[in-house]
């Protein structure tokens, strides 16, 4: 049931029914409907993919399993778990195959014929969705589980299943009356139009906006690298001989860091923090005031203040003011710490007789000169030793020594992929048993969507055969000269490693069923398992390793891993309140009930009133923020992040008093308590389990380099 419970599964061994005979009928005319077959369980047939068959393979999963439901709502036998919890796990498994597909396609190659499909889908998966949980005969049925579920002899992951199906089917709004209903799932449908229009916008912004330079001498400051990708980048839209600047974040970010050109950087920065913003065909505003007013109207259909409190209802925060409050214990530190880092950049400015007022297009480049003269540090010097494919290497060494993970490259041949790019690698365990499979799709391209994430093609499952999971990890590092390394900042590399994370909780997954396996957990929990593992980029057991110079193969100079660690909270008042601006407006907006809300309006007077510094701009302003426009999932969650990162802080803590980094026991708690349990426990309770207490902040705040509170702050401690 991955449509409604945003998870993958897989084939199981199914007696063979009326629905399988349909099953295969319609896979012989579509093969995406197909079972997947090969290696490893089966593995995507992405060598058979045609843009043209999925909108027709969707229709047809979606119609199968509506079959399936009816069977299963309309099952004369008395409701218990096996015939109505277990039976769910078992249906669309046509479905899940065929969105994991859609999905790659969505995100990784999409173009005119992807984003039409898009078009007429989306609001398809919403009506189909909404006819699932709104079917009064299945939610009697579930509800009836649910309510004998502690004395019907239920293991407790099957409690913990039950409790979410019976969760997410009244959050759907199961128990409405006929009316209420309707006009929720005219709602989702509206939403999802509006949610594919703002995606497609962003990334039409993305991939048409470019500034050309033609001089070489307005390149000056640039990296080689950064030079040979935008040459590349110009090359590649019939521009050669010139320099692109593209309007991704990959490609302005480092631009902002190193060119002397300040017309240039601010004109660079115009164009990126713009995007959907510019009046035009692809202006996102009047987008944003719908996709509001129609949350806020469902939020009160389902009997919530705002959609905020409906979005937390079912994550460890609960409520949007334990969130809230998390978030302004960190803002004013974060904000007098810009004011800080502001004063040393104007200063440099100064000394330099730039004649200047730092501005935002301005901050990343001095930020560099100030990190050189309090720390002797250039990100230039550390590139070198960037390798991405060595760091790989580190991650693997890093997951073996964890996990007890081994990674082996699949031959080619074996498992197709969806594009050259992409490799795949089979995971086993000490014992030389097969764990998962991991893809992996590093560089950018046109068509796919900016950042870095994971997926799951499917999940862990055991309750009818054990089914391996399939996780990837996408991002959008830049290919640089054929044939040459591809060097990384120290921050890509840190989000490799973070990536990496979702994907050895995927891997780790030790689970029955496939609703609550993996990275299937709340929201603002999720991050966590990720945020944990980037701290293992920066020890001496990596970076000596793995960090080689490109040229010369020597090892990272321990000089260098020093300045790099006195440096490490360097710039955390700018990193901080770029991203928590963005996390309070997006709360704010969803609080902000059925008012007719003006983006643009509502952004600036907002930021003003939290007193947001002049000098910075969110870090994704609203018509842009994919996270919370683009889906539902991330909206009135960016905070999430912060959130996690407070288990995070204190979790490495953990290591840290004891044994370090590699303490055997102490990664086995973290595996056996949070990375293998998915959904089958509360969080707050698999937190404590681990940790042998709540967490705190204060571990986050050293983090940071914030000053710590006095005691009673608030936290993320359980609510349950
Ligand atoms: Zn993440």
Redesign the pocket.
Request: proline share 0%; charged share 20%.
């Given at each position: 049931m991955k449509t409604l419970l945003a998870t993958a599964s897989a084939l199981a061994l199914l007696t063979f029914s009326a629905v399988e005979a349909a099953e295969m009928k319609t896979a012989a005319a579509n093969p995406l409907l197909a079972p997947w077959t090969g290696p490893y369980g089966g593995v995507p047939a992405f060598d058979k993919v045609k843009v043209a068959d999925l909108q027709p393979a969707l229709e047809a999963a979606m119609a199968q399993q509506l079959v399936a439901i009816e069977q299963i709502a309309n099952d004369p036998a008395t409701p218990n778990f096996a015939n109505t919890i277990a039976a769910l796990e078992r249906s669309g498994r046509a479905l899940e195959r065929v969105s994991t597909v859609y999905g790659v396609y969505s995100s990784t190659l999409n173009d005119e014929a992807v984003q039409a499909v898009e078009r007429e889908i989306e609001p398809k998966l919403a009506a189909f969705s909404d006819q699932i949980t709104q079917n009064p005969k299945l939610f009697e049925r579930i509800a009836k589980v649910y309510d004998a579920r502690a004395t019907s002899g239920l293991t407790p992951e099957q409690e913990r299943l039950t409790w979410v199906y019976y969760t997410n089917f009244v959050r759907a709004g199961a128990k409405l009356d006929a009316a209420a209903k309707k006009r929720t799932a005219e709602i989702n449908q509206e939403l999802a139009t509006l949610f594919t229009t703002f995606g497609q916008n962003v990334l039409k912004d993305e991939n048409e906006g470019v500034i050309y330079v033609d001089k070489e001498a307005d390149l000056a400051g640039l990296p080689q690298g950064v030079r040979d990708a935008m040459a590349e980048g110009a090359a590649g839209r019939g521009q050669k001989g010139k320099w692109a600047i593209a309007n991704t974040r990959s490609s302005i970010e480092p631009f902002l860091t190193y060119s002397d050109n300040r017309a240039l950087r601010e004109k660079a920065w115009r164009m990126f923090v713009n995007r959907g913003d510019n009046g035009d065909a692809t202006d996102n505003n009047a987008t944003i005031t719908r996709i509001l007013q129609l949350r806020a109207e469902r939020a009160a259909l389902l009997g919530f203040p705002t959609h905020a409190h409906w979005r937390l209802e079912n994550t460890m925060a609960k409520t949007p003011e334990r969130a809230m409050e998390l978030m302004e214990a960190v803002w004013t530190p974060a904000v007098a710490r810009v004011k800080e880092e502001v004063a040393d950049m104007q200063q440099i400015a100064d000394s330099e007789k730039a004649g200047i007022k730092i501005e935002p297009w301005d901050y990343r480049y001095y930020a560099e000169k100030v990190r050189k003269a309090k720390y002797d540090l250039d990100e230039t010097e550390i590139t070198p030793y960037m390798q991405l494919e060595n760091l790989r290497e580190g991650m693997f060494y890093m997951a073996k020594e964890l996990f007890g993970f081994h990674f082996k490259p699949v031959d080619a041949a074996k498992v197709p992929v969806y594009h050259p790019d992409v490799r795949v690698w089979e995971v086993t365990d000490p014992q030389g048993a097969l764990v998962g499979l991991w893809y992996f799709d590093p560089y950018a391209r046109k068509g796919k969507r900016s950042g870095a994430?994971?997926n799951a093609y499917r999940n862990q499952e055991r309750f009818d055969g054990d089914v391996k999971t399939i996780v990837s990890n996408n991002s959008n590092f830049v290919k640089g000269k054929p044939g040459e390394p591809v060097l990384i900042s120290w921050e890509d590399a840190t989000t490799l490693f973070?990536?990496f994370g979702?994907a050895l909780h995927g891997l780790s997954s030790n689970v029955n069923y496939p609703s609550v396996s993996g990275t299937s957990v709340a929201r603002d929990y999720?991050?966590f398992p990720?945020?944990v593992l980037e701290h293992w980029l920066s020890t001496p057991e990596i970076l000596n390793k793995y960090a080689l110079h490109y040229q010369t193969g020597k090892p990272i100079p321990a000089a260098l891993v020093a300045k790099i660690e006195a440096a490490e909270k360097f710039n955390e008042g700018f990193k901080t309140v770029e991203y928590l601006s963005s996390a309070l407006i997006d709360m704010k907006l969803h609080l902000a009930g059925n008012t007719k809300i003006d983006a643009d309006k509502f952004e600036r007077e907002t930021l003003a009133s939290m007193g947001m510094p002049a000098e910075i701009v969110m870090r994704h302003r609203t018509p842009q923020f994919n996270h919370v426009f683009s889906g539902d999932g991330y909206s009135a969650g960016y905070y999430s992040y912060l959130w996690s990162d407070t288990l995070t802080a204190d979790a490495w803590e953990a290591f840290t008093e004891a044994g370090g980094p590699w303490d055997k026991a102490v990664a086995k708690r973290l595996r056996d308590n949070v990375f293998s349990v998915g959904n089958t426990i509360d969080p707050a309770d698999a937190y404590r389990q681990f940790r042998g207490r709540d967490p705190g902040i204060d571990a986050l705040m050293r983090k940071r380099g914030f000053p710590v509170p006095a005691p009673k702050t608030a936290a993320p401690a359980a609510t349950k």
């Open positions: 994430w994971m973070h990536e979702h999720v991050e990720s945020q």
